[in-house]
């Protein structure tokens, strides 16, 4: 399953440039642009999504991973949603989806179609299937290989990080 999903997310037609200078979100081509935001060792707990707006489950949890900027807004959280949206859909359909639902969150473009050469390093639990949630501060890691169905149920992990 890993490697299917795989495939079929890159199958799409490559980027163009025009859509990656008009964005407005950062996209990064690979997978080394954006790994620093793994291993941060601060005081920060940081929430990581890795999603897609033609991925319905994925949709469906984003209301209960953006009420995290209401629940914890004196906190040091920091959330991410890392896009794995087709690079020739990012001005059609990523960019209308993030106003129109009025994401709070940062949201990033990850490119790098090489994903048997970087999913291991999100972490070695993940079998390539979307949505998944890495939380983490300093070296305190939790890995979600599944939808969220509530905003309960991430906020339950999420007070194991802020306390």
């Given amino acids: 399953m890993k490697y ?7 199958s799409a037609p490559l980027f163009c440039l025009s859509a990656k200078a008009q964005s407005g979100v950062p996209v990064y081509d690979s997978f080394e642009e954006l790994a620093p935001v793994f291993n941060k060792d601060n005081d920060t707990t940081y929430v990581i999504n890795f999603w897609a707006t033609w ?4 949709v469906e949890e984003l209301p209960y ?3 995290i900027h209401d629940a914890y807004p004196n906190e040091k959280v920091k959330v991410i949603l890392v896009s794995l949206d087709f690079p020739n859909q990012i001005e059609s359909k990523l ?7 009025e994401l709070q969150s940062d949201v990033v473009v990850l490119l790098d179609g090489k994903y048997n050469s970087w999913i291991d390093r999100v972490d070695n639990a993940w079998d390539g299937a979307i949505p998944v949630t890495l939380i983490y501060k300093a070296d305190k890691r939790h890995f979600i ?8 149920e991430l906020d339950e992990i999420l007070k194991g990080f802020i306390k």
């Avoid at 991925?55 to 994925?58: N, T």
């Avoid at 290989?145 to 309960?152: I, K, L, P, R, V």
């Fill in 55 to 58: 991925c319905k489950p994925c």
């Fill in 4 to 10: 299917s999903l795989l495939l079929f997310l890159f």
């Fill in 145 to 152: 290989n599944t939808a969220f169905h509530s905003f309960e």
């Fill in 65 to 67: 991973i953006e009420q």
């Fill in 95 to 101: 960019l209308p989806f993030i106003e129109k639902n």
